[in-house]
């Protein structure tokens, strides 16, 4: 059996990882440089993770590479150019579980706008009295969805379940979420003029970086609401201060920050006090999690096989006949 490494492996998944290839290294660190190299370079599976970066420089030092499966939907990390022209196999996880992000986007809704975290302190504190604590309904307001491939068609249903009007951004249209859900496909100006709550379900590209920029900002409606669950990148974040800072935003709702690795840039932006955060967790629950790693799993035994690996990466075949999503002030 080829030599087989695992990265960025959580201490509570490292079984499941040594139950089926009990010969695998495992890391559970994030590598990069030099240990990134020797932990790889015998290696002919690697299976990682969003954190270690597969640019070119690493992959031309890793010459046993031939499949390289990524336990995530996204592969902006791989240089899957330099991997094609090396014959080496990219693999992801097309959907481990869009549903978890899409609740993870009403977690923080409701926990938001119902005023959870400051009641459960005001109670701890031994006052049981609601005044102060009013809440805003979901029934009734318009969600504005920008992007609906797996994880905004999960979004479209729960919205659909609360009794929202939904408004929908996006090049592809998913003529099941316009019939069964009532969602409506509008430009990006109308849908953030008309929308309550935004929320960002897109990749990041030259053609989405800051596409909620200072303009987009100015044509929301007064104390609309921003959920981000997909990349921080898609934020002008200097922006979203600015706008909670005037009051034209009311919250934002942040999974995802643009500054990531430089956390002292957010330090304004987080510490504000209509600012709710959470570090990267949409995506981590029991079965996603578990999703991710099976499917992993899969896209490795198939490539042992000698098969075509079902999970690689490829272009998909879409419909897309509607304009580009594309700033305000493109």
Same mark, same amino acid.
């Given at each position: ?10 201490? $509570?998944?490292? !079984? ?38 597969? /640019?070119?420089?690493?992959? $031309? ?23 094609k ?9 097309p959907?481990?579980?869009? +549903? ?17 975290p ?59 979420l316009?019939?069964s ?21 897109? !990749?990041?590209?030259? $053609? ?50 643009? +500054? $990531? ?5 957010n330090?304004?932006?987080?510490? +504000? /006090?209509?600012?709710?955060?959470t !570090? ?43 304009? /580009?999503?594309a700033?305000?002030?493109?």
């Open positions: 059996m080829s030599s087989t490494v695992f990265l960025e492996v959580d201490a $509570e998944d490292a !079984p499941l990882v040594q139950s089926r290839f009990p010969d695998a290294v495992v890391h559970s660190g994030v590598l990069s440089g030099k240990e990134l190299i020797a932990a790889c370079v015998e290696a002919a599976v690697v299976s990682c993770f969003i954190h270690t970066q597969f /640019p070119k420089e690493i992959i $031309e030092k890793l010459p046993k590479l031939k499949l390289l499966s990524t336990r995530s939907v996204g592969f902006d990390h791989i240089d899957t150019n330099v991997c022209a090396q014959e080496i196999i990219v693999c992801n996880v959907d481990y579980g869009s +549903h978890v992000i899409a609740e993870h986007v009403f977690a923080l809704l409701l926990s938001t706008l119902r005023h959870i400051e009641a459960d302190k005001k109670v701890e504190g031994g006052t049981f009295d609601y005044h102060g604590l009013r809440g805003m309904a979901l029934r009734g307001k318009t969600i504005g969805i920008v992007g609906t491939g797996k994880i905004g068609k999960n979004v479209a249903k729960i919205a659909h379940g609360f009794g929202m009007k939904i408004l929908a951004v996006d090049r592809c249209r998913v003529l099941e316009e019939q859900c009532d969602m409506r496909y509008v430009t990006l100006p109308e849908l953030l003029s008309l929308s309550d709550i935004i929320t960002l379900h897109i !990749p990041e590209s030259k $053609e989405t970086h800051h596409l909620i920029d200072a303009a987009a900002f100015s044509s929301m409606k007064p104390g609309a609401i921003l959920v981000n669950t997909a990349r921080g990148s898609l934020i002008d974040s200097a922006a979203m201060l600015s706008a909670l800072q005037s009051g034209k935003l009311a919250y934002a709702l942040l999974d995802v920050l643009e +500054h $990531e690795r430089n956390f002292a840039e330090k304004a932006l987080i510490g +504000h /006090p209509h600012v709710v955060t !570090p990267h967790i949409a995506f981590y629950a029991d079965d996603s999690m578990r999703n991710m790693y099976l499917d992993a799993f899969q896209s490795i035994d198939q490539w042992q096989q000698g098969a075509v690996p079902e999970h690689v990466i490829a272009p998909p075949t879409v419909v897309c006949d509607l304009p /580009p999503v700033k305000l002030s493109a």
